[in-house]
């Protein structure tokens, strides 16, 4: 968890796995469902928001089935490999992760 707001019971989560070994499993989706997990139930926040590069499909597709929405797109934010990328803002509030 990231930039924690208690105020406003907000905060910003990542996950990354960097070996390709690991991807396809679940791990992504397990770590981040445990991490949602704690935020909603231990830190009673209410929304939970994360950035996804458009080149990460397999990411964007295990945040919605989380309960992730897209809220909006920061067009060309990265540069990556010679070529831009957009980054997707997404969120989940806690009932929405509950009806999971």
Not at 70 to 84: A, K, M, S, T
């Given at each position: 968890?990231?930039?924690?707001?208690?105020?406003?019971r907000?905060?910003?989560?990542?996950?990354?796995?960097f070996?390709?070994?690991?991807?396809?499993?679940?791990?992504?989706?397990?770590?981040?469902?445990?991490?949602?997990k704690?935020?909603?139930?231990i830190?009673?926040?209410?929304?939970?928001?994360l950035?996804?590069?458009?080149?990460?499909?397999?990411?964007?597709?295990s945040?919605?089935?989380?309960?992730?929405?897209?809220?909006?797109?920061?067009r060309?934010?990265?540069?990556?490999?010679?070529?831009?990328?957009d980054?997707?803002?997404?969120?989940?509030?806690?009932?929405e992760?509950?009806q999971?």
């Amino acid at each position: 968890m990231l930039d924690i707001d208690h105020k406003n019971r907000n905060s910003v989560v990542r996950v990354s796995i960097f070996n390709r070994e690991f991807w396809g499993k679940g791990y992504g989706t397990e770590a981040m469902s445990l991490l949602l997990k704690f935020g909603f139930e231990i830190l009673n926040l209410h929304r939970i928001g994360l950035n996804v590069f458009s080149y990460n499909t397999r990411g964007k597709k295990s945040y919605e089935k989380l309960g992730f929405k897209q809220e909006g797109i920061v067009r060309d934010e990265l540069f990556y490999n010679g070529q831009y990328y957009d980054s997707i803002l997404m969120g989940v509030l806690k009932d929405e992760f509950n009806q999971n």
